[in-house]
């Protein structure tokens, strides 16, 4: 009977570990879960490179190594983008006017450890991914960026997208401008914590709206902004 129990314990933590794929380079990709949802590492909050630093070195980064990016990397970027900084679990690292938060980040990956291609949806409140779209749509994504070939050389791309009616519902047609004041925002820790984390980066702003939601598959948020993420070359 004792022999039967441990067996069951076993199974079940067995079931529990995410389903592992190995790449010809040795490399492996976490599979999500049957809920189809990804946890993250948790960010670090306190690091030791000076904002000065980061600020002196922040640069458009569009040539990318062979490189992964590793999913911890990945999860501080996406924490720096939109993550709950504040103890009542609503302000995020984003300034957001009203505090309305119309931001919306997705993840188009096909390089990172640890992580399946596929496109996912960033949930700050959970810090952790939502499974879209199975596969790697990094070429779909650069064809929709105007064919921009560090959007498919990079191995994630981070985009930036806002729902306008959540802050236009507070402030009218003038909440379309609070709305990109934040997407700069957003922008502009992505660049900073790149640069702490020694990846590189570039705001891409040229592409087709109607062909990047297709690449999300969604279709109520506006696209903003695509940011390829690599080890620079």
């Keep these: ?17 995410p389903v592992c794929a190995e790449d010809p380079g040795g490399r492996q990709a976490a599979e ?7 946890p993250l590492p948790e ?4 690091g030791v490179i000076s904002i000065e630093y980061v600020i002196d070195n922040r640069r458009s980064v569009r040539a990318f190594t062979d490189a ?3 999913l911890k990397d990945l999860a501080q970027l996406l924490w720096a983008a939109q993550g709950i900084t504040g103890e009542d679990g609503v302000k995020r690292a984003a300034p957001s006017a009203g505090a309305k938060y119309p931001m919306e980040i ?3 990956a096909g390089g990172v450890t ?3 291609p596929g496109v996912y949806h960033y949930r700050p409140e959970s810090h952790d991914l939502l499974l879209v779209k199975e596969g790697d749509f990094r070429q779909q994504l ?8 560090w959007v498919a050389s990079a191995p994630v791309s981070i985009v930036i997208t806002g729902v306008y009616e959540r802050t236009m519902e507070k ?8 709305v990109h004041i934040e997407a700069g925002a957003v922008a502009e820790n992505i660049y900073l914590q790149a640069v702490a984390l020694k990846l590189g980066t570039t705001y891409v702003g040229a592409f087709s709206d109607e062909d990047v939601g297709a690449v999300l598959g969604v279709s109520d948020v506006a696209p903003l902004g695509i940011m390829p993420v690599g080890v620079p070359q």
């Design 43 to 46: 960010p670090v909050r306190s």
């Design 1 to 17: 009977m004792r022999e039967a129990i441990v067996l069951a314990v076993m199974l079940v933590a067995t079931l529990a570990i």
């Design 32 to 38: 999500p879960s049957g809920s189809n949802v990804m």
């Design 106 to 108: 997705f993840v188009v």
């Design 142 to 149: 650069s064809d929709a960026a105007l064919s921009q070939e």
């Design 68 to 70: 992964q990016v590793a």
């Design 114 to 116: 640890w992580l399946a």
């Design 171 to 178: 402030y009218g047609e003038r909440g379309v401008r609070y």
